[in-house]
């Protein structure tokens, strides 16, 4: 089992950055392929991107691809996600998720979750 807690999220301009972490518990993180998903209100859960078990594959959502980058530290426990040139549509609440071997991009399919932080981004 693995526990997640995500940081990081705060209020930033239009066109700046922000790097998100999720920092897991347990011995066995390298063993899990992690999330990033986020949810705005009054819209479903939608995927941003995810990783690998060792960083070598990562997958991204084509509204993110080219400004966010996802990126783990296995001796830290922990996968970033660096996200530039930010717009007001990717204000949301930021969640990583954690499953164990392949990464995918289905929800539904992730075991773990964080609680999730919040970014807004003003226009």
């Known amino acids: 089992q693995v526990q997640l807690v995500e940081s990081g999220g705060k209020l930033v301009q239009a066109g700046g950055s922000l790097r998100l972490s999720c920092a897991a518990s347990?011995?066995?993180?390298?063993?899990?392929?992690i999330g990033w998903f986020r949810q705005a209100p009054g819209k479903e859960r939608e995927f941003v991107t995810a990783i690998s078990r060792d960083g070598g594959v990562t997958y991204y959502g084509d509204s993110v691809k080219g400004r966010f980058t996802i990126s783990r530290d296995n001796a830290k426990n922990t996968v970033y996600l660096q996200m530039n040139s930010l717009k007001p549509e990717d204000t949301a609440v930021y969640y990583c998720?954690?499953?164990?071997?392949?990464?995918?991009?289905?929800?539904?399919?992730?075991?773990?979750w964080g609680q999730g932080t919040q970014v807004t981004v003003s226009s």
């Open positions: 347990g011995r066995t993180f390298s063993t899990y392929a």
């Open positions: 998720a954690a499953r164990f071997l392949r990464a995918v991009q289905a929800a539904h399919d992730y075991d773990y």
